[in-house]
């Protein structure tokens, strides 16, 4: 028997409890079959948890994030919290997590699956095999920077004010992060700011350089500005195998990338924290995709964002490669089978909901265990 992990399950708005329920019956599944048992707490979060407690996430669930050894969340936000103070919206939940544990390092892989590339707005000679990780700072930057916040001028205008600023050591730890990803795949490394235009992007490419040339020599490490790499992605996406880069060019190049893979619905993340004594990190996994309240509660939803987010946390919150493995494979038999949720749907496919995708993944992995 392998001992209980700790995880909370925050599945938060929109479709988030929809795909967080096909993670459930996976953690069924596993129990079942492997002898792997997840100690499972479930809260609130975003907009469900402002609703009950008035704010995007309770200090008591904090509490629990804190000592979990992994967060699964799943989506928040919706269009009756828009107007909303920052300090309470939903978004402001998911902040706070990543904020409180320190989960600097955002791992978004942008794979596009061979049974999904016709289904990307890019050729498919373009995207087919594609394997781009990008690696994005998430704690640091213009999201948290100081001083922010919107004041009124003399005249009665008003002036809206936000901070891009980082410190050496809050670019060398993701940086370290994106290398040593880096030797596990094809050992290269695109950092991506605008030094050309900031100053916070100039020291992003010095100590980029620096433990480059310190700690990760053998890894072949080049830079790229932040629109270029933009236009890159979308001209020639295989040239890259990691990018790691800011919180916010991450965010929207993250974007770009998901679209290479065919559907936002298809892609998952992992943000972990620092290491600790025992090399542990705190770790929090979701999908990129957010609480798509319009298809919300109508067993529309993909869970295979959700379900490979999963896949993550056993990789690497829980040391389980193997098991990860099996998950990805049930996701990639699943799609050349050709069961679609209607975000990727195509002709000659088979339209499914939310929740038989989850019942098809099981059923795989059932198969693949016999
Ligand atoms: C993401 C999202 C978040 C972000 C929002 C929901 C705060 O877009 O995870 O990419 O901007 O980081
Ligand atoms: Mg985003």
């Known amino acids: 028997m392998v001992a209980n992990k700790k995880v909370l399950m925050l599945p938060g708005d929109g479709i988030g409890p929809e795909v967080m329920g096909e993670v459930r019956r996976l953690i ?43 967060v699964l969340f799943g989506a928040v936000g919706g269009p009756q919290w828009d107007n909303i103070g920052f300090d309470v919206r939903p978004e402001a ?21 061979d049974a999904l590339a016709d289904a990307s707005s890019l050729k498919r000679e373009l995207v087919g095999g594609l394997d781009v990780l990008i690696v994005r700072e998430l704690t640091g930057g213009v999201y948290f920077g100081e001083p922010r916040g919107i004041e009124d001028l003399p005249d009665g205008q008003r002036r809206g004010i936000n901070t891009q600023v980082y ?14 990803l880096a030797k596990k795949r094809d050992n290269r490394v695109c950092s991506v700011e605008k030094m050309n235009v900031m100053e916070s992007g100039l020291l992003w490419r010095e100590e980029a350089t ?87 509660g109508q067993g529309k939803a993909n869970p295979l964002a959700m379900i490979q987010s999963y896949a993550m946390m056993l990789r690497y919150s829980f040391d389980m490669g193997e ?30 909901s939310c929740e038989q995708m989850g019942e098809a993944i099981t059923a795989e992995l059932d198969k693949q265990a016999a």
């Open 167 to 180: 410190t050496t050591e809050e670019i060398r730890r993701v940086c370290r992060v994106a290398f040593d």
């Open 323 to 352: 098991d990860a493995d099996l998950v990805e494979q049930a996701v990639r038999n699943v799609l050349d089978a050709g069961l679609r949720t209607g975000d990727i749907m195509q002709d000659g496919m088979t339209l499914i």
């Open 93 to 113: 939940g998911l902040l706070r997590l990543r904020k409180d544990l320190d989960l600097f390092a955002n791992l978004r892989p942008a794979i596009c699956f």
């Open 210 to 296: 620096w433990v480059h040339e310190n700690e990760f020599s053998e890894v072949e490490l080049s830079h790229m500005l932040a629109d270029n790499c933009g236009m890159q992605l979308v001209r020639n996406p295989k040239q890259f195998d990691v990018i790691v880069t800011d919180n916010l060019f991450g965010d929207m190049l993250s974007d770009v990338a998901s679209m290479l893979s065919g559907s936002l619905g298809m892609l998952p993340s992992a943000s972990l924290g620092p290491e600790d004594e025992s090399g542990r990190r705190r770790a929090l996994y979701e999908p990129v995709h957010g609480s798509a309240p319009d298809i919300a």
């Open 28 to 70: 069924d599944w596993m129990d079942k079959r492997r002898s792997v048992t997840f100690d499972v707490t479930e809260d609130l979060v975003g907009g469900a948890a402002y609703e009950k407690h008035g704010a995007a996430i309770s200090d008591d669930t904090m509490d629990v994030a804190l000592n979990s050894d992994a």
